[in-house]
């Protein structure tokens, strides 16, 4: 079946760097993937539409100048956490539309922990 | 703006029961309803996917069910086992890109 991948599944970073998360859909070309963020306790929240070949949609209260995504091909999407803080600490979760069924797929989730 | 809201919150039950989490949401205009289990700590498992035309979906000891006129979706866990015990999610995408919307969640704990 569709398989989506995120690399890494767990990273920690020191507060004022900057972290790079990517999602690949490995069986099948997503021109949308998208991305959510989950918090403790907390149900999933998406983040922004990421479109391949444009600019991504923001959903309202997160700053884009600080969640940068770049989806470069139709296989891969990147979330870049710019000048994480603790706060920034969090599951991030990406999925990726599979046009051939309407239906999206879930990547295995990435836990970001800014010290 | 979707809405998607699950009842309850968090249940405690006693292993071999059977259980329903219930999942509501308030746009009806959705292309399909999917529900999933999250173990603590953990990424998303899908369970089940039942499309906007479809009336309920069976994989083993789960049976998902949609009324979309109602915006309601049950998901039925027959025999429940302590394996069980996890944080099952319901997801709606809708609206042009079909954003997924998730519920809030239900708890599950089964007991031995």
């Known amino acids: 079946g569709a398989v989506v991948s995120q690399h890494p599944s767990r990273v920690i970073c020191k507060s004022g760097t900057s972290v790079k998360i990517e999602c690949r859909s490995l069986d099948f070309q997503a021109t949308t993937m998208f991305w959510y963020r989950q918090f403790p306790k907390q149900s999933l929240m998406l983040m922004a539409t990421?479109?391949?070949?444009?600019?991504?949609?923001?959903e309202q209260g997160v700053e884009k100048d600080k969640f940068l995504i770049n989806h470069a091909s139709l296989t891969l999407s990147t979330l870049t956490v710019t000048s994480a803080h603790p706060e920034d600490s969090s599951f991030y979760i990406c999925?990726?539309?599979?046009?051939?069924?309407?239906?999206?797929?879930f990547g295995p989730g990435t836990r970001l922990l800014v010290l | 703006k979707q809405e998607v809201t699950q009842i309850p919150a968090a249940l405690s039950v006693p292993e071999g029961e059977n259980l329903v989490l219930n999942c509501s949401f308030t746009d009806s205009a959705i292309y399909n309803l999917q529900w999933f289990r999250q173990d603590p700590g953990k990424g998303l498992t899908s369970l089940l996917l039942i499309q906007s035309s479809q009336r309920e979906q069976t994989s083993g000891r789960l049976n998902a069910s949609l009324d979309k006129s109602s915006g309601r979706s049950t998901l039925y866990i027959a025999a429940s086992q302590p394996g069980d015990s996890a944080t099952y999610l319901c997801?709606?995408?809708?609206?042009?890109?079909?954003?997924?919307?998730f519920g809030t969640g239900t708890k599950l704990q089964v007991i031995p």
């Open positions: 997801a709606v995408p809708s609206g042009g890109y079909q954003k997924v919307t």
């Open positions: 990421s479109n391949e070949g444009s600019k991504a949609t923001y």
């Open positions: 999925s990726a539309k599979d046009p051939g069924k309407e239906t999206q797929y």
